[in-house]
């Protein structure tokens, strides 16, 4: 197996999964990454990693058609050559009132939040059992998965549940030497300007560290996962939100709470 480090990021041109996408290049991996519509982002992202002197390869993709995350591993594999971590952060943040659901809404959310990630690991999972990489898999979630709000029933539903099914993976996975983990943020300014000050200031009050996270941080959170630094800890949610959900934390009603304003696609 090649020395070179290589890593796919499902959702990597903007936001929490662009942060992943540059860190990881940083720490030397070639980088494959996908993106859902912002060909321009994803250009830009490409070009960024490319000057640190790493290969990169970028593709769109609509992960929550059934057959798409298993030949974008595959595609991403035969590009990279092999795969030493597959990172999902790809995903959709909407809030339903519960009278009003709908079929459509909770599939929306379901296929690419929950089945997508689940089959792009069975994809990856396959190639590093059959080549004997010790790999790592990694989940982003969110704190919506830790605590509960009005209106997040499915999409904190789906984030609790990809931590518990990170737990049986891990275990599954172990006797491989692949390790399987999640991070979840919350609070994490993605689009941050000069224009958020005001909401920056209000929503950095309900925080215990006082400011909203950067994505940055929770990239670098990714990067110790995946790396051999943490070669002896699997089956793990970290949470990466300033401390706020911990116990004693005063609730929140707001459907963003827990998350930010913000919105990661």
């Known amino acids: 197996m090649s020395e ?31 993106y859902a519509t912002c060909e321009e982002a994803a250009a830009a992202t490409k070009a960024e990693i490319e000057a640190l ?18 030949r974008i591993t595959e595609q991403a594999i035969a590009a990279l050559g092999h795969l030493d971590a597959l990172i999902y952060v790809a ?11 709908t079929a459509e809404q909770v ?7 929950y089945r997508a990630p689940l089959l792009c690991t069975a994809a990856a999972s396959r190639h590093m059992i059959e080549r004997g990489i010790r790999g790592s898999i990694l989940y982003i979630t969110s704190t919506h998965g830790v605590r509960a709000y009005p209106r997040d029933q499915i999409y904190g539903g789906l984030k609790a549940g990809l931590m518990r099914s990170t737990e049986s ?19 994490i300014n993605v689009r941050g300007g000069d224009s958020d000050e005001r909401l920056h200031r209000e929503w950095a009050r309900k925080v ?5 996270g950067k994505a940055t ?6 990067a110790f996962l995946v790396s051999d630094k943490a070669s002896y800890i699997t089956g793990v949610t970290l949470k990466v939100d300033g401390g706020l959900v911990l116990p004693g934390m005063p609730e929140d009603d707001s459907p963003d709470a827990g998350y930010g304003w913000t919105r990661r696609g």
């Not at 941080?217 to 990714?222: K, L, Q, R, S």
Request: charged share 15%; with cysteine.
């Open 169 to 187: 993976i891990a275990l599954e996975l172990s006797e491989h030497g692949i390790r399987v983990n999640t991070v979840a943020p919350g609070m």
């Open 53 to 70: 002197g790493r290969r990169c390869f970028c593709w769109q993709a609509a992960l929550q058609d059934a057959e798409i995350p298993t």
């Open 4 to 34: 070179m480090k290589t890593a796919l990021i499902l959702g990597g041109s903007r936001g929490i999964g662009h942060a992943c996408a540059v860190t990881l290049a940083g720490e030397g991996y070639d980088i494959a990454f996908t």
């Open 91 to 101: 995903g959709r943040t909407e809030w339903y009132n519960m009278p009003q659901l």
């Open 217 to 222: 941080e929770v990239a670098n959170a990714v």
């Open 208 to 212: 215990p560290l006082g400011r909203y």
């Open 107 to 113: 599939d929306a959310l379901y296929t690419l939040n």
